[in-house]
């Protein structure tokens, strides 16, 4: 059984509508990438908190295709850098993140005053999630 795009936009919002582990994949040198991210899931895409610099931004400037796997979903998209944390037309999903990420965002380890911490917005092309014998397509 097959659920409507609108079943699985509301599916993906109560599953990962919050802090949620997701493995992200890219690609660079012809050769995959994988690692764990905390990210957050609203209007077709999930959002991520990282540093300019790292070696997933490297890799998506120069292939922005990534792939994205959480519990039971697996999927693909576009990575693409929404700029600083602290721009000012991102200060309204900043919020948003801000509150997902409440129980370590802010602990030392993300700075979000330095100019490089940034958001990371993976638009989905397509997607799977199964659920209790369901299957939900993008």
Same mark, same amino acid.
């Given at each position: 059984?097959?659920?409507?795009?609108l079943a699985?936009e509301?599916m993906?919002?109560q599953?990962? #509508?919050?802090d949620s582990?997701?493995?992200?994949?890219?690609v660079y &040198? #012809?050769?995959?990438?994988?690692?764990?991210?905390n990210?957050?899931?609203?209007d &077709?895409?999930?959002?991520i908190?990282t540093?300019?610099?790292?070696?997933?931004?490297?890799h998506i400037?120069?292939?922005?295709a990534?792939g994205i796997?959480?519990?039971w979903?697996?999927? =693909?998209?576009?990575?693409?850098?929404l700029g600083p944390? &602290?721009?000012?037309?991102? =200060?309204?999903l900043a919020?948003k993140l801000?509150k997902?990420f409440?129980a370590?965002?802010?602990?030392?380890?993300t700075?979000l005053a330095?100019?490089?911490t940034?958001?990371?917005r993976?638009r989905l092309?397509?997607?799977l999630?199964l659920?209790?014998?369901?299957?939900y397509?993008?």
């Amino acid at each position: 059984m097959a659920g409507t795009k609108l079943a699985f936009e509301e599916m993906m919002a109560q599953r990962f #509508g919050q802090d949620s582990v997701m493995a992200l994949a890219t690609v660079y &040198g #012809g050769k995959p990438y994988v690692r764990y991210v905390n990210a957050y899931y609203e209007d &077709g895409a999930f959002y991520i908190v990282t540093h300019a610099l790292s070696n997933k931004m490297e890799h998506i400037k120069k292939d922005p295709a990534v792939g994205i796997a959480g519990e039971w979903f697996t999927g =693909r998209g576009v990575g693409e850098s929404l700029g600083p944390w &602290g721009k000012e037309e991102n =200060r309204l999903l900043a919020g948003k993140l801000e509150k997902a990420f409440s129980a370590w965002l802010g602990n030392g380890h993300t700075d979000l005053a330095d100019e490089n911490t940034l958001i990371l917005r993976v638009r989905l092309t397509d997607g799977l999630l199964l659920s209790h014998g369901t299957r939900y397509e993008l």
